[in-house]
């Protein structure tokens, strides 16, 4: 394609995206070229982002759990599981898990996000138990839990099916849903990655379900190792066609492959500026989706803070305790303060909002930081209010 071609052809995309008309297929594998400018991709994402979402950064105080490493499947791109045997396999006690719940409420998180291996020696029980201790004795902490991964293996496990296990975990403590699994759903690409685990019409349905019982999900797609940008935005398209029938999704989260320490590890890890073009068309495929979310962990805190003038608009949280991405060779930091996360969100020239796993605002004591309160949902304020310090 020549100059003047493409440059007319970005400019039929940029009409639609200012008429908030969708975007096709081929519109997201164009902004996918190399030779199509990511400063102007950019843009355009940064256009739908203020539009959608004002001049915030939202950030939340978290913390992971990672309650076992042992795992039945051999994914090849996951540097974090182990086989039972192995010296660095490990499943933690109930006392563990009690002493991550006390750490989190005496460092104020509002949400922990427990996601891990399958271990085929814990029953059901063990795993829908992690829920139900934690919130007995954490009740006001947000226990966003268990990929679709799992829920698929909690299935197999009691033989019962996906909205039965969904509903028992919500009566255990369970919150909401964190979007691991994903990968990438084209089956050209999955079955090279994880041909074992959950397919994708098991990862929708889980979703589908979680939704259609009130329990609201996040999203995301591992880029930056097999696939092609006809897979990405093929991706991108049956998150926006889900979201279009239940709304159930809260945010979408871009992960960039790692591939140090897995099957993969003669594969490059992706560029900077394909984080950025990554972030970019996702903000401007996902219509229907709110947020963006530029995890620092994976992309580095640059990359991270320049996200969010390419689309992003929140940047995760303190993240303590994360374990999977930086045993898959991530060099970021294992923690960050909330006045750090506070900082680089006004170093990119944006406002810092805390916000919950579900996107209220939270309210803290003035004077003891580890009490708090949650706000108004941050989508019933407009944009142009969205400024919040």
Known sequence: MIAAERDARFREIRDKVEAEERLSLDDGIFLYDPSVSLQAVGELANFVRERLNGNVGYYNINTHLNPTNVCVYRCRF?????????????????????????????????????????????????????ISLLKENFPQIHLKAWTAVEIDW?????????????????????????????????????DQLCEHKANTPSWIEIHKTAHQIGMKTNCTMLYGHVEKAYHRIDHLMRLRELQDKTNGFQVFIPLAFHPEN????????????????TV????????????????????????????????????????RHELIYHDAGAKTPEFLSVEQI???????????????????HIIRDENDFTKWRTGESVDAISPSAAIVS
């Open 78 to 130: 996951c540097a974090f599981r182990k086989d039972l045997r192995d010296e660095k396999g490990y499943a933690m006690t109930d006392e563990q898990i009690l002493e991550r719940g006390r750490e989190a409420t005496a460092n104020g998180c509002t949400e922990m996000h427990i996601v891990g291996g399958l271990h085929h020696q814990r029953k059901y029980e063990w795993y829908r138990g992690i």
């Open 154 to 190: 909690f299935r197999f496990q009691t033989k019962k099916d996906f909205r039965w296990v969904l509903e028992d975990m919500r009566e255990a403590g369970q919150g909401s849903m964190p979007g691991g699994g994903a990968e990438i759903f084209h089956p050209e690409v999955r």
């Open 262 to 277: 897995t099957g993969l590890s003669d594969l490059k890890k992706p560029s900077g500026l394909m984080d950025l073009r």
């Open 280 to 319: 970019a068309v996702s903000r401007l495929m996902l219509d229907n989706i709110r947020h963006i979310k530029a995890y620092w962990i994976m992309l580095g805190i640059e990359t991270a803070q320049t996200a969010l003038a390419y689309g992003a608009d929140d940047i995760d949280g303190t993240v």
């Open 342 to 360: 506070q900082h680089l969100i006004r170093e990119a020239g944006r406002e810092p909002a805390e916000r919950d796993t579900q996107y209220n």
